[in-house]
């Protein structure tokens, strides 16, 4: 958040304690930040980017992963990045960074 000082970000997780772990992280900059306990399955508020690191593996099927993946997109603004690292490779996907079974997926969306 120090390299993008005008950025706000919202920090959405099921479990309260991965919550206050990023909310601690995240403490000097309290008024640039909010925590919401949610599912990425509920409600997205519009935005520039996603960013999902080791969250989207838990989806269980093909169907609910497409179905998840097209709601964050339908999210994005133009011009808006999805930024996934996951514990799942996905085989047709661009890979921007793998080590071992941790890779680094994007997508960008036109204007």
Same mark, same amino acid.
């Given at each position: 958040?120090?390299?993008?000082?005008?950025?706000?970000?919202?920090?959405?997780?099921? !479990?309260?304690?991965?919550?206050?772990?990023?909310?601690?992280?995240?403490?000097?900059?309290?008024?640039?930040?909010?925590?919401?306990?949610?599912?990425?399955?509920?409600?997205?508020?519009?935005?520039?980017?996603?960013?999902?690191?080791?969250?989207?593996?838990?989806?269980?099927?093909?169907?609910?992963?497409?179905?998840?993946?097209?709601?964050?997109?339908?999210?994005?603004?133009?011009?808006?990045?999805?930024?996934?690292? !996951?514990?799942?490779?996905?085989?047709?996907?661009?890979?921007?960074?793998? !080590?071992?079974?941790?890779?680094?997926?994007?997508?960008?969306?036109?204007?």
């Amino acid at each position: 958040m120090e390299a993008l000082p005008e950025v706000r970000v919202e920090l959405v997780d099921i !479990d309260p304690k991965m919550l206050e772990v990023a909310a601690t992280r995240c403490a000097r900059h309290a008024e640039r930040f909010r925590v919401r306990h949610a599912r990425f399955q509920g409600e997205l508020p519009r935005c520039h980017a996603v960013v999902a690191s080791l969250a989207l593996h838990h989806v269980a099927t093909l169907a609910a992963k497409r179905e998840l993946y097209r709601a964050i997109y339908d999210t994005l603004e133009p011009g808006g990045v999805v930024v996934v690292a !996951d514990a799942l490779t996905y085989p047709d996907a661009d890979v921007f960074w793998r !080590d071992g079974e941790i890779a680094v997926y994007g997508a960008f969306k036109g204007d």
